[in-house]
Nanobody, 118 residues
């Protein structure tokens, strides 16, 4: 069973950095992609960044040039380096894993709070 556990969230000031980590503490599986999403109260969960097992990345426009996603496929672990944080980055950040088998099954972590003060 896949169990995603996030860490690294916290409270920082604008302009500072945080590094989020997400590891699969359960059975390691073949991944198609891993990624990070975020959600604020009253809004839908939105994509922040994803990375495929081949290393192809995708970023939400507002974080391009500030956030960097990386992955360790063998360990089912994904990281999100967040630099130049802004108050509008404040949200709960969720880790996501998309499996090869079952095809494109989505797994989610429990979320970690990131708060950026101005």
């Amino acid at each position: 069973q896949v169990q995603l556990v996030e860490s690294g969230g916290g409270l920082v000031q604008a302009g500072e950095s945080l590094r989020l980590s997400c590891a699969n503490s359960g059975v390691t599986i073949r991944i198609r992609a891993m990624g990070w999403y975020r959600q604020t109260p009253g809004k839908q969960r939105e994509l922040v960044a994803t990375i495929s097992s081949a290393g192809t990345t995708e970023y939400e426009d507002s974080v391009k040039g500030r956030f960097t996603i990386s992955v360790d496929n063998a360990k089912n672990t994904v990281f999100l380096q967040m630099d130049g944080l802004k108050p509008e980055d404040t949200a709960v950040y969720y880790c996501n894993l998309r499996s090869v088998w079952p095809p494109d099954r989505m797994y989610w972590g429990q979320g970690t709070q990131v708060t950026v003060s101005s």
